[in-house]
């Protein structure tokens, strides 16, 4: 990998979920979680969690009750009208492919969406599934043909993604329908962050512990408000849209009964166990 972030283990990108609340101020994490079967949106406070009546999209209207942070069932966090991801978006990952000349731009399903915690469910007959440890862009608003400036007031806020990715059916199907969009290929989450400053954070993704991905988020090719001008150009980008922005080195293939972690700083950790379906 040609740029790599230093960053200790014991540092702020691998305190526990309830930490995370308690950084700067300036900067709030919202999470959509499940409790007594009933799914409901909140803003992290320390080790609770304060419930909204709807979206944080919506504001902080508060409901009135709290919850701890353990005691609930964390969700991606957004429901999306939309999954948009984004390719060949660090020169780590390119290989011997030239830099791109703008965004290039792919679908995921919404159905691929799974929540921290639960499974990556390897298919019977895929034999090359890999990580792809990537930061992920929340839609605030309205946008179409935005200006840079436009695009950036339009970003809600960020996440935390894996793009978990088939190669070999990457490689031979006409489209990636499936080998991007299995279902349980799109884990996110844990939380959103509103008001953090992206450029100064950085990416880790661990394999059973190991880290094998590690970037700083300041080397995306094109940065968050460019990716959302490009894509507003040709369509609408709607409130709750996310964009999936890129993996940074390189991938590898995970297998049944590893686990996988995907950190960046000041979002918190996206863990999910890998499993055969």
């Keep these: 990998m040609r740029s790599t972030m230093m960053i200790s ?5 691998a305190l526990p979920l309830a930490a995370y609340a308690q950084q700067a101020p300036s900067v709030k994490r919202y999470v959509r979680f499940l409790r007594d079967g009933r799914a409901a949106y909140g803003l992290m ?21 709290t919850h701890p942070s353990s005691a609930v069932k964390l969700l991606y966090p957004i429901e999306p009208p939309k999954v948009i991801a984004v390719g060949l978006n660090y020169k780590s990952h390119l290989g011997s492919n030239p830099l791109p000349k703008q965004p290039e731009i792919f679908f995921k399903p919404t159905t691929c969406l799974q929540n921290p915690g639960d499974p990556i469910l390897i298919p019977r007959d895929a034999k090359n599934v890999h990580y792809e440890a990537e930061l992920v862009i929340v839609i605030g608003k309205k946008l179409r043909n935005a200006s840079l400036a436009e695009a950036q007031a339009g970003i809600f806020g960020y996440t935390c993604g894996n793009d978990v990715s088939e190669r070999d059916w990457q490689k031979g199907d006409l489209q990636w329908w499936r080998a991007k969009g299995t279902d349980t290929f799109g884990p996110m989450g844990p939380m959103i962050a509103t008001g953090l400053d992206i450029s100064k954070s950085g990416i880790e993704l661990r394999l059973n512990g190991e880290t094998r ?4 988020l300041s080397d995306l090719i094109f940065d968050c408000p460019t990716c959302v001008q490009h894509i507003s150009r040709y369509m609408t980008l709607e409130p709750g849209d996310v964009i999936f922005t890129g993996t940074p080195g390189t991938t590898a293939a995970m297998k049944p009964g590893d686990t996988v972690e995907v950190e960046i ?5 996206l863990r999910n166990p890998v499993k055969a379906a």
């Design 9 to 13: 283990r014991r540092s702020a990108l």
């Design 45 to 65: 406070d320390g080790g609770r969690i304060r419930e909204l009546r709807g979206s944080p999209l919506a504001g902080d209207v508060f409901s009135g009750a």
């Design 213 to 216: 991905q590690k970037q700083v």
């Design 265 to 269: 700083g000041g979002i918190g950790m």
